[in-house]
C-alpha cells in the first residue's frame, strides 16, 4: 500500500500531472494542426482522434528540450519529487548533442506518460464516485451512462461500487507504475555524459589545485614569519639586560615582519573571495633583499643576471623557495650564516642556499615536510626541479626553474 499511496508516490503522482500540465501548450497546437485536416472534428470528443493529436503534439516538446538549460529544469523537478538519487544525475547544461537528445527523450516522455495520466486521474474518480453512488441514489440510474447497458440492471448496479474501487485502485497501480518507470530512466537520460563526468574530474581537480596552492602560500609566507619572529624574540629575551639598542631593533624587525606578513596573508585569503586566482601582490624576486634584511641571520647573497627578465609567475614561485629555504635555515641550521646564490641565464633560473648542519642527526617533526614537498611542488608546476637534504656538513637546497614556464 505504501508503494501505491506512500508519500513518494504521491510526489511522483504530482510530477506526472506537471507534465500533463506542461503538454497542454503543445497539445492545442496539435489540436490546430489536426482540425485543418478534419474540420469540425475535436481530439476530446474522440479517443482516436485524441491518440493523433497526442502523437502530433509530441514533436514539439522534444525540440524545445534541445536548449542546453533544459536539463538543470528537469533534473531539478526529478531530484524533487521523484527520489531519485541526486548523484545519479547532471546539474551541468547540457553541451554535447548525446546529452541534448537524451534529454528531449526524457521530456517528451514525461509529457507523454503525465498526459495520459493526468486525463485518467480528471476522468476516472469522478465516474468512479458515480459508481459508487449509484446503488444509493435513485437519481443516477436515469442519467446517459445508467439507462442502457449493464449500469441498467440489478446486478449491474450491485456490482457497481466494486468497479468504481477497482478503477480508483487501478489508477494507483497505473501512477505507480509509470512514476517508477520515470524514476528508473531519470539516471538514463537524464545522468552525466562522459563528457560530463570529464568536465566534473577537471573542475575538481582545479579545485584541488586551488587548495593545495593555498596550503603552501600559508605555509611559507606564516611559517617563515613565525621563524623570523621566534628567532629575533629569543634573541632580544638573552640579551634583555644587556643591550637595549639590539633588543630595540630586535623587536622593529618583529613588527616588520608581523605587519608584512598579514599583507601576504590578506593577499592569499582573497583567493577565496574572487574568482582570478592570481596573486598580483605576492612578493617575488624584488623583494629578495627585503626578505633577508628581515631574517636576523648572516646571509651571504650574491645574484647574477637581471631579474626584471624573470617571467612573473617564476619570479614568484623563486621568492617562496628561498622563504622556505630560509625558514628551514631558521629552525633547523646550527649557525647564523647562509649563503644564497641566485643565478639567471640560458633560459633557467638557478638557486643554491647552503647552511651549516649541527653534529646531531636531524629531527624529523611529526606531520612536518610540508615546506620541502611544496617547494618540489612549486617547481614541478613550472617544469623545473628542486633537491634538499644534507651534503658535505650543510644542509643544501637547489633549484631550478624554466623562465619560460611549465613545460
Request: one cysteine or more; charged letters at 15%; glycine letters at 10%.
Amino acid at each position: 500500500m505504501r508503494a501505491l499511496f506512500g508519500v513518494r508516490a504521491r510526489h511522483r503522482w504530482v510530477h506526472l500531472v506537471i507534465g500533463g500540465a506542461l503538454l497542454m501548450p503543445y497539445f492545442l497546437v496539435g489540436t490546430v494542426i489536426v482540425g485543418s485536416f478534419a474540420p469540425g472534428a475535436s481530439p476530446f470528443n474522440s479517443f482516436p482522434l485524441a491518440l493523433v493529436t497526442l502523437a502530433v503534439a509530441l514533436p514539439f516538446p522534444a525540440i524545445s528540450a534541445l536548449v542546453p538549460i533544459a536539463r538543470p529544469l528537469l533534473v531539478f523537478g526529478v531530484r524533487s519529487l521523484c527520489g531519485v538519487d541526486p548523484a545519479q544525475l547532471a546539474d551541468r547544461p547540457a553541451r554535447s548533442w548525446d546529452a541534448r537528445l537524451r534529454a528531449a527523450a526524457w521530456y517528451t516522455l514525461h509529457c507523454a506518460v503525465g498526459g495520459i495520466l493526468s486525463g485518467m486521474s480528471l476522468a476516472l474518480p469522478p465516474f468512479s464516485v458515480f459508481l459508487v453512488a449509484l446503488p444509493v441514489a435513485s437519481g443516477l440510474r436515469h442519467t446517459p451512462y445508467s439507462a442502457s447497458g449493464p449500469l441498467s440492471t440489478d446486478w449491474g448496479i450491485a456490482l457497481a461500487p466494486l468497479a468504481g474501487l477497482a478503477m480508483l485502485f487501478g489508477l494507483a497501480v497505473c501512477s505507480a507504475a509509470a512514476g517508477s518507470l520515470l524514476a528508473r530512466l531519470a539516471p538514463v537520460l537524464l545522468g552525466p555524459t562522459p563528457a560530463d563526468r570529464l568536465a566534473a574530474a577537471e573542475q575538481r581537480s582545479a579545485e584541488l589545485a586551488v587548495r593545495n596552492r593555498l596550503a603552501r602560500e600559508l605555509h611559507d609566507s606564516v611559517g617563515h614569519a613565525l621563524s623570523a619572529v621566534t628567532l629575533q624574540a629569543s634573541a632580544a629575551r638573552r640579551v634583555l639586560d644587556l643591550d637595549r639598542e639590539f633588543v630595540r631593533e630586535a623587536l622593529t624587525a618583529i613588527e616588520e615582519t608581523a605587519r608584512r606578513t598579514v599583507g601576504e596573508l590578506d593577499a592569499v585569503l582573497g583567493l577565496l573571495r574572487q574568482d582570478d586566482d592570481d596573486l598580483t601582490v605576492a612578493p617575488d624576486l624584488a623583494g629578495l633583499d627585503s626578505l633577508l634584511s628581515r631574517t636576523g641571520m648572516e646571509v651571504a647573497y650574491s645574484l647574477k643576471g637581471d631579474p626584471a627578465s624573470v617571467p612573473e609567475l617564476v619570479s614568484r614561485e623563486a621568492y617562496r623557495i628561498v622563504q622556505e629555504g630560509l625558514s628551514n635555515a631558521l629552525r633547523h641550521g646550527s649557525g647564523p650564516a647562509v649563503t644564497l646564490q641566485v643565478a639567471i641565464a640560458g633560459g633557467e633560473l638557478e638557486m643554491v642556499m647552503e647552511n651549516p648542519l649541527s653534529g646531531a642527526a636531524p629531527v624529523v617533526r611529526p606531520g612536518g615536510g610540508r615546506g620541502l614537498r611544496g617547494i618540489a611542488e612549486r617547481a614541478a608546476l613550472l617544469g623545473g626541479h628542486a633537491s634538499a637534504g644534507p651534503e658535505d656538513g650543510v644542509w643544501r637546497l637547489s633549484a631550478c626553474l624554466p623562465l619560460g614556464g611549465a613545460r
